[in-house]
């Protein structure tokens, strides 16, 4: 029955704990879900407007190269315009070349026939120490000079291939500077290879006879062929190159943007990035004047270079093309443009290398941006993954990294002319805001008030449960007692009315009858004392007494209960005990005492030992008083079990002892009113209970 009940109980709570849980779980999963694409939209908006930062400082650093002068890339130029009156060096003459630009190689200028000049090496022929340039300077220069030209020429971009050192381009000075057209003439190849590290300003030289031969040689050229002849090689460059080509030049792709295979969720109903962003500024060729200093005929080439008598300034105006953006075979990044000068078209640019160009651009605007924690940046090149960056890690949604990992945030390319150049981030982890962290604070109390109301429901309910059936087994049990006594009572009582005993027999059933009454009187008792104590009415009449006043107390009215039984009450102090002096309430501690000893009776009958032990003992200021028995003892899962209420540890339909199950309890509960407590331990053989009661 009590199976049956539990089972009844439990299909019916967890009816109700499904009934509630199941629609919160829905109710906080669609506010989860939610507050997860709002993240996400949160996320995107970071992401586009840091890509809108980046491109918003490429475009301004494009900007301002675009409108360099095309003066700025020779080493010397005129400052004070038209009405001039000295030369400083070129911005883009300093050395170490600037860090604004991360990853910068250096500037560099081809020009019509091809000869390759950089603004960080002086002019032919003049010495470094004019300049302001240390030789060793001059040494790091020319390395630097060479390693620009070592990668145009590996791109076929120069055609000059065998530079001339300093000392042998001051030895031909001279000759070079009356040399008015090297670079046409088909024989002169091998003095034109000669020249590449001249700088630009050996390309236009003063004095009408060169100026005169110069224009003679254009009007002798046709315009196209003026334009191509040195710097055609740049042209292929602006052609787009293949995957194949691209992975062949960038050996270290992390692989195409299309095998990533992006979940573009979240950006269906989105623009493409590059129409989200503010359209950059029109980029379109523009003119301007110039003024270029050339070296007088005749003028020594050690002479001072701020004497303005050796220079001379010519004028003329140039046309200059926008920047534009091609990857080298070595992987480096080109910028270049075309300007018109009055020899003819030369290219003009920068080599870049790509790895410290985004690390140092891209990547510390990307670590210092909120979208960093909760999303990575693929940094990609006509669709090759050239550079990842992971993003940091934040406490996240639960399950969000795993269903959206991947999934595409924005995707931004950027300005001209590095619009092949496109940022991609993609979800890392989204972060949990304020709205996540309250609702899994919601969603954890709720789960746990749940699932702790439910178990304490099922407790109570299964306690509940027990009590009713140890209250059926309780009434059982004392209709069982009284009943048993009473039939007991009424037998003998008529048998001694009726006359049917002989006079030897009447005393003894004169001594059944009291002690059954004696049994009943214990019952009644024990039942009184728990109703008292069930609805708080138990006054207990507290007193001092001795410790020997107490065992006389006890001797004698469990001496008569235990001879009766067929036990030998053996009482057994310390010469301590019968001084110490204890607050208890003598009836209370009477019916404790007999209680424990009738239980030793009840479960020791079969005992070979018939022998019943109290100990008095004094420890640590405390009276101990112990009944002991030579029993089976406890089973050790029984020991605290045997003090609760209506327990017993038999089926009442297999039981082999009388009982109600309530003397323990009241054992228990009349001696903590007393400010004692009891223990029980299993003996050698038997149980020992213990009261263990405060000194006053």
């Not at 004070?80 to 600037?98: D, I, K, T, Y």
């Amino acid at each position: 029955m009590m199976q049956a009940d539990r089972r009844t109980l439990r299909w019916i709570l967890v009816g109700f704990f499904l009934a509630l849980a199941l629609p919160s779980v829905l109710l906080i999963r669609q506010a989860y879900g939610q507050l997860k694409w709002e993240a996400l939209h949160q996320q995107q908006v970071l992401a586009e407007d840091l890509a809108t930062r980046i491109a918003g400082d490429l475009t301004a650093w494009i900007a301002t190269e675009d409108q360099r002068p095309v003066t700025d890339y020779d080493f010397l130029v005129v400052e004070g315009g038209e009405a001039a009156n000295f030369l400083q060096r070129s911005p883009l003459s300093e050395f170490p070349v600037p860090t604004e630009v991360p990853g910068l190689i250096g500037y560099f200028q081809v020009d019509p026939a091809g000869r390759f000049s950089t603004p960080i090496v002086p002019p032919e022929g003049q010495a470094g120490e004019k300049f302001g340039i240390t030789r060793d300077e001059i040494a790091r220069r020319s390395a630097q000079a060479a390693r620009l030209y070592d990668i145009l020429s590996s791109n076929e971009l120069v055609q000059h291939r065998t530079p001339v050192s300093p000392r042998a381009a001051r030895e031909n000075a001279s000759d070079a500077l009356m040399a008015a057209e090297p670079e046409e003439d088909d024989g002169n190849a091998a003095t034109a290879d000669k020249d590449v590290l001249k700088p630009q300003t050996q390309s236009s030289y003063a004095g009408s006879r060169v100026a005169e031969a110069k224009e003679e040689a254009r009007a002798e050229r046709p315009e196209h062929e003026e334009a191509a002849a040195g710097t055609r090689s740049f042209d292929d460059l602006q052609k787009s190159q293949t995957p194949a080509e691209l992975r062949q030049q960038m050996p270290e792709t992390l692989g195409r943007v299309a095998d990533l295979k992006l979940d573009r969720v979240g950006e269906e109903a989105q623009e493409p990035a590059a129409a989200a962003q503010e359209p950059a500024p029109e980029r379109r060729k523009r003119r301007e004047a110039n003024l270029v200093p050339e070296q007088e005929l005749g003028a020594r080439p050690d002479e001072a270079v701020n004497q303005f008598g050796d220079y001379r300034i010519n004028t003329f105006e140039s046309e200059v093309d926008p920047l534009g953006f091609a990857l080298l075979d070595g992987g480096q990044f080109v910028l270049f443009r075309y300007a018109w000068r009055e020899a003819g078209r030369v290219v003009q640019g920068m080599l870049i290398e790509p790895g410290p160009f985004i690390e140092g651009l891209i990547v510390p605007a990307f670590r210092n941006a909120a979208v960093a924690r909760s999303s990575d940046l693929l940094v990609a090149l006509r669709g090759e993954v050239i550079h990842a960056v992971n993003g940091s890690t934040a406490r996240s949604y639960t399950g969000a990294s795993e269903a959206l990992a991947g999934t595409l945030v924005h995707a931004a390319r950027m300005p001209s002319p590095l619009e092949e150049l496109e940022l991609i981030f993609t979800v890392n982890q989204l972060p949990a805001g304020p709205g996540g962290r309250v609702l899994a604070w919601v969603g954890g109390i709720l789960a746990l008030v749940l699932c702790l109301g439910t178990w304490l429901l099922y407790r109570a309910g299964s306690r509940q449960l027990q009590l009713a059936e140890q209250q059926r087994d309780f009434v059982s049990a004392v209709s069982h007692e009284l009943k048993t006594p009473l039939t007991s009572i009424r037998m003998y009582a008529e048998m001694l009315r009726a006359g049917w005993t002989d006079q030897e027999k009447v005393r003894t059933y004169y001594d059944y009858i009291h002690d059954e009454s004696e049994r009943l009187s214990r019952l009644i008792s024990n039942v009184l004392q728990l109703s008292r104590i069930t609805h708080k009415e138990s006054r207990l009449d507290l007193q001092p007494m001795r410790g020997d006043e107490l065992i006389d107390l006890v001797r004698s009215k469990l001496g008569a209960q235990a001879e009766a039984a067929g036990f030998e009450l053996e009482i057994d102090q310390d010469g301590r005990a019968g001084e110490a002096e204890v607050l208890v309430d003598p009836d209370v501690f009477s019916q404790v005492m007999i209680n424990l000893v009738d239980n030793a009776i009840k479960f020791s009958g079969c005992a070979e030992t018939r022998r019943v032990e109290l100990g008095f003992r004094r420890v640590d200021g405390q009276l101990q008083c112990s009944v002991r028995d030579h029993g089976p003892g406890i089973p050790r899962r029984q020991m605290k079990k045997i003090f609760r209420l209506f327990y017993r540890p038999e089926s009442e339909l297999t039981r082999e002892t009388v009982g109600t199950g309530i003397g323990l309890a009241l054992v228990q509960q009349l001696a903590g009113a007393m400010g004692g407590k009891v223990d029980v331990r299993n003996r050698q053989p038997g149980a020992e209970f213990t009261i263990t009661l405060p000194c006053s």
